[in-house]
């Protein structure tokens, strides 16, 4: 199946940003690492990073002209502020995961919102950049009705 992972605003700068939050590893690297696991399994994964929201909000849409069959995203702080977003997804009808990277609800009141949680398969918070592996691993699961 076609997969997609998107992530949002300053994820670029995984590796060097608040390390002690995010940890070491490269986007590069997680990148790398989540479309050798899908390729291993016999699927295709497209990664995307963007600071531009509509960039995101245009790769949704154009998702449901490709045939892509599952989403994941780290919204970045899009979580807590775009309503574009979620209406993207709801638009689109793809179902998606949201992955955070640090846990959300243990840091600042903002980051607990999220307008994109209700309409999401599943969320995946605190457990580092391994977050993106199981949230693919599930979409796997999902989208072929099996884990191997
Ligand atoms: C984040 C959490 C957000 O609150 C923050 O704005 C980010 C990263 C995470 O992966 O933990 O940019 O989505």
Do not use: M, W
Request: glycine content about 8%; hydrophobic content about 40%.
């Amino acid at each position: 199946a076609k997969l997609l992972v998107l992530n949002g605003p300053n994820l670029n700068l995984l590796g060097t940003r608040e390390p002690e939050i995010y940890g070491a590893q490269t986007l590069d690297q997680i990148h790398q690492h989540l479309q050798q696991f899908a390729t291993n399994q016999g699927h295709q994964c497209e990664c995307l990073q963007s600071n531009r929201e509509y960039e995101l909000i245009e790769r949704i849409h154009a998702a449901k002209l490709d045939g892509t069959a599952f989403i994941i995203i780290n919204p970045g702080a899009l979580t807590h502020t775009s309503i574009a977003l979620r209406d993207a997804f709801t638009g689109v009808g793809i179902p998606f995961i949201e992955v955070h990277i640090s846990n959300v609800h243990a840091r600042e009141n903002f980051r607990k919102h999220s307008y994109l949680a209700d309409v999401a398969a599943g969320v995946i918070a605190g457990l580092g950049s391994q977050g993106y592996e199981l949230a693919l691993q599930a979409a796997i699961k999902q989208v072929t009705g099996s884990n191997e």
